[in-house]
């Protein structure tokens, strides 16, 4: 848990959790590991926190220690300064940076650093012309890395070390979601696509209220998007297609709150928090299995949904909240678009 405890200082904290749920957590350790670090972003993968600060990325783990790190090559006042840990794929995490030489006269540039996940050793390195645009965000799937910014989307594969394609400024709001071929986001008029077109597609026009979660196989895809539309009514909904230009809505499903969270899709079942509440519906229906309310302070809420080791764990702002649920580490794979699999609602 990442905790910022002064303008520049934070902590990363590691708290013990009870070996299961449902049973009492009165055997958990009282214990809080702790470790100062400097303010920066930070991104979880794989059980460990990866903490860039401007210059130097700390990646640590459970036991609240410094597993490796990686510094910026170059003397500290070189221009280049670390953007954040923008995705993970193939044992390889990826930094982004962005480099502007003092005096003005030398272009702007982009750089992006392949490190081992496990070890830091770096195995790549590539230099993207004219950089990520100003306050860029990032969306990464399955080593396709895209930068948002106010001059525009940039499409990078991480693979191939290379750029794919640019668009011209697009108004996209926060949330956005990546998927290979495209990167979904609230437009300019509603919910839509950046592809490589480099035109866009609305799928509505509702916004998003979090990053939307796209799945499925290479014939056909899957969409989850929460959203909410000019009437303030906020939904999950389920997109099928295998072109965006074909696409169907399968089922839409009405809730109270805004969804705060990605949707996260485990077997035959998707979990996803609106407000203060729990969800979790089956997938090819949109009907709801469960819904479980968690009691919040004021000043609270969930923002990350995750499934680990059998249970729910939902967290936001310095707050983290279990959740039992009985769940197949092995589920049937669903999400294959065979026929009959989906329901109408």
């Known amino acids: 848990m990442y905790v910022q405890v002064g303008q520049d200082k934070a902590e990363i904290q590691s708290r013990p959790?009870?070996?299961?749920?449902?049973?009492?957590?009165?055997?958990?350790?009282?214990?809080?590991?702790?470790?100062?670090?400097?303010?920066?972003?930070?991104?979880?993968?794989?059980?460990k926190v990866f903490l860039c600060t401007a210059r130097e990325l700390l990646v640590i783990d459970t036991e609240c220690r410094i597993d490796w790190r990686?510094?910026?090559?170059?003397?500290?006042?070189?221009g280049e300064q670390l953007l954040g840990a923008v995705g993970f794929h193939d044992g390889k995490v990826y930094l982004a940076s962005r480099n502007e030489p003092k005096g003005g006269a030398a272009e702007k540039t982009g750089h992006v650093y392949m490190l081992d996940v496990a070890t830091g050793r770096q195995t790549g390195f590539d230099i993207v012309r004219g950089g990520f645009g100003d306050q860029p965000k990032?969306?990464?799937?399955?080593?396709?890395?895209?930068?948002?910014?106010?001059?525009?989307?940039i499409r990078y594969n991480a693979v191939e070390q290379r750029q794919s394609?640019?668009?011209?400024?697009?108004?996209t709001e926060p949330h956005p979601a990546a998927d290979v071929d495209y990167l979904f986001a609230t437009l300019a008029n509603g919910f839509g696509a950046v592809h490589e077109s480099r035109e866009t597609v609305l799928l509505g026009s509702s916004k998003a209220t979090a990053p939307a979660t796209p799945f499925g196989t290479?014939?056909?895809?899957?969409?989850l998007a929460p959203t909410r539309n000019?009437?303030?009514?906020?939904?999950?909904?389920?997109?099928?297609?295998?072109?965006?230009?074909?696409?169907?809505?399968?089922?839409?499903?009405?809730?109270?709150d805004a969804i705060t969270t990605a949707p996260v899709i485990h077997g035959d079942s998707v979990y996803f928090v609106s407000g203060t509440a729990v969800y979790r519906v089956n997938a090819a229906t949109g009907g709801v299995c469960w819904k479980?309310?968690?009691?919040?302070?004021?000043?609270?809420?969930?923002?990350?949904?995750?499934?680990?080791?059998?249970?729910?764990?939902?967290?936001?702002?310095?707050?983290?909240?279990?959740?039992?649920?009985?769940?197949?580490p092995q589920p049937r794979q669903i999400f294959n678009f065979s026929p009959g699999l989906f329901g109408t609602k």
């Open 17 to 47: 959790l009870a070996s299961a749920i449902p049973a009492a957590d009165a055997n958990a350790k009282s214990d809080v590991k702790r470790i100062e670090v400097a303010a920066g972003e930070t991104v979880s993968h794989n059980g």
């Open 70 to 78: 990686f510094v910026l090559p170059g003397k500290v006042d070189n």
């Open 138 to 153: 990032f969306s990464s799937r399955a080593g396709v890395i895209y930068a948002i910014s106010a001059t525009g989307v």
């Open 165 to 171: 394609w640019t668009t011209k400024p697009t108004s």
């Open 218 to 223: 290479a014939r056909a895809h899957g969409l």
């Open 230 to 256: 000019a009437a303030n009514e906020c939904s999950l909904v389920l997109f099928k297609y295998s072109g965006l230009a074909d696409r169907s809505q399968v089922w839409r499903l009405p809730v109270k």
């Open 292 to 328: 479980q309310t968690v009691s919040l302070n004021a000043n609270e809420s969930l923002t990350d949904l995750v499934l680990v080791d059998g249970e729910l764990r939902a967290s936001g702002g310095g707050v983290l909240v279990r959740i039992a649920d009985r769940v197949d």
